[in-house]
């Protein structure tokens, strides 16, 4: 009796002596009864299922977690920017946690301005003021020295401010710099301060002098030629290169 090829394919299947197992079998195999499929074919089950997985924008759990991350990614930039501020804020504020007549002394080293804290508030308080103030503190009687530094450290703004003003009374003056060009140049170096202007202006009377085999002023060269003059100014007493005579 003739068998149809479906049936012998079955009986191998069926007869676990020939060692063929049940799920060696693909599962679209038409031996096994199944409809023939494309290899990467997937039923219709497994379709559902993959769709009940897949990621959806348009629903309520997707918008959810889309509004959380953009809340997440505002409170990292806020945080960011806060503290791009802070460190902005206190840039160069390093010495607020010093007593302030040790800051002040700093700014006079360091020839650069800088804050103090005080009882209401912070201050910038610029080289020349700094100067002034050690100066003062070096020169007065101790217990004037106690008083001015409890000023400056635990003092507020006007306490400060009127401290400043006092010391500018007593140790600043108005005196005379001379001033000398060589043509159009202006001469630097130390410059002198004169506490009389007849003594500045008899220095400046003596520069533009000149001495040698020009017979006229025009003959000098223009780069020689010098001009002098004295300059009223505001100065610290204690100011390096102050001349009475």
Not at 65 to 88: D, H, P, Q, T, Y
Not at 102 to 110: A, G, H, Y
Not at 205 to 226: D, I
Request: glycine content about 6%; some cysteine; charged content about 30%.
């Amino acid at each position: 009796m003739t068998q149809k090829f479906n049936d012998i394919m079955k009986k191998f299947y069926e007869d676990e002596m020939l060692g063929i197992k049940t799920e060696d079998a693909p599962a679209n195999s038409v031996a096994a009864g199944g409809v023939d499929m494309p290899a990467d074919a997937v039923s219709k089950k497994k379709q559902k299922e993959i769709q009940k997985t897949a990621y959806d924008g348009r629903t309520k759990e997707a918008k959810n977690f889309i509004r959380r991350m953009g809340e997440l990614k505002a409170k990292r930039e806020a945080a960011f920017r806060k503290s791009v501020k802070e460190n902005i804020d206190n840039f160069g504020s390093e010495y607020l946690n010093e007593a302030n007549v040790d800051v002040l002394k700093k700014i006079v080293k360091d020839k650069q301005n800088n804050k103090i804290k005080l009882k209401d508030g912070t201050l910038r308080v610029d080289l020349f003021t700094a100067s002034a103030l050690t100066q003062a503190l070096e020169k007065v009687k101790p217990d004037t020295k106690k008083k001015m530094e409890d000023i400056i450290n635990k003092g507020g703004k006007a306490q400060f401010m009127k401290l400043v003003g006092v010391v500018f009374k007593w140790c600043m003056i108005h005196a005379f710099i001379l001033v000398l060009l060589l043509g159009d140049v202006k001469q630097g170096g130390q410059p002198m301060y004169f506490r009389s202007i007849d003594t500045c202006n008899w220095y400046a009377s003596r520069l533009v002098k000149r001495y040698g085999n020009y017979g006229h002023l025009y003959q000098v060269p223009k780069e020689h030629r010098a001009t002098a003059y004295c300059k009223p100014v505001y100065i610290n007493s204690n100011t390096k290169g102050l001349y009475d005579y």
